[in-house]
């Protein structure tokens, strides 16, 4: 379940859930609840009724640290399908194929738009691999804020390999 939280409350036990949605919803904008707004996903049983005297609808169980796999690896996939999402993937390990069946395995025959192609999806490579790195080590000790962008490898720009 995705969840938008201030990032000031995640310090909190249970922190206020200012909208939740099923993990398919894509959700474009945060700008109505305002400034300091995260989405993170969490396990479904870890939104829970406000307690009475609680400002708020709804909470995030007091257990919802519990889960770092959960939240973490959401968060680390979210990051990877904003630059290298899995249809370019395929189209890179597609790309990759054929251009060693075409000009064989080493790359100094390899025309320069197959070179080209190839480094883009190396840059593709290498962040999805710097992600999956900082995700196995936040698991282990997840931080206050696990969407924050200063735990997380910079953004590369989208990589586009077209199809073959």
């Known amino acids: 379940m995705q969840v938008i939280v201030r990032r000031a409350d995640l310090g909190e036990q249970q922190p206020?859930?200012?909208?939740?949605?099923?993990?398919s919803t894509d959700i474009r904008s945060t700008q109505s609840y305002g400034?300091?707004?995260?989405?993170?996903?969490?396990?479904d049983n870890a939104v829970l009724?406000?307690?009475?005297?609680?400002?708020?609808?709804?909470?995030?169980?007091?257990?919802?640290?519990s889960f770092p796999n959960v939240v973490v690896?959401?968060?680390?996939?979210?990051?990877?399908q904003i630059s290298f999402p899995d249809y370019m993937q395929r189209n890179a390990n597609q790309d990759q194929t054929k251009s060693i069946t075409s000009h064989g395995a080493d790359t100094s025959q390899w025309p320069q738009d197959a070179l080209?192609?190839?480094?883009?999806?190396?840059?593709?490579w290498n962040f999805v691999n710097?992600?999956?790195?900082?995700?196995?080590?936040?698991?282990?000790?997840?931080?206050?804020?696990?969407?924050d962008d200063a735990h997380w490898?910079?953004?590369?720009?989208?990589?586009?390999?077209?199809?073959?």
Do not use: C
Request: aromatic share 4%; charged share 15%; glycine share 8%.
């Open 73 to 80: 690896n959401a968060e680390a996939n979210r990051r990877v």
């Open 16 to 23: 206020n859930v200012l909208a939740f949605f099923p993990d």
């Open 49 to 65: 009724p406000a307690p009475p005297g609680l400002p708020g609808g709804h909470v995030l169980a007091a257990n919802w640290r």
């Open 130 to 147: 710097a992600v999956r790195e900082v995700s196995d080590a936040m698991i282990g000790g997840m931080p206050l804020d696990p969407t």
């Open 35 to 43: 400034d300091g707004i995260t989405i993170m996903t969490v396990p």
């Open 116 to 124: 080209d192609r190839k480094a883009s999806a190396d840059a593709g």
């Open 153 to 164: 490898p910079i953004q590369i720009p989208p990589v586009y390999i077209p199809p073959q």
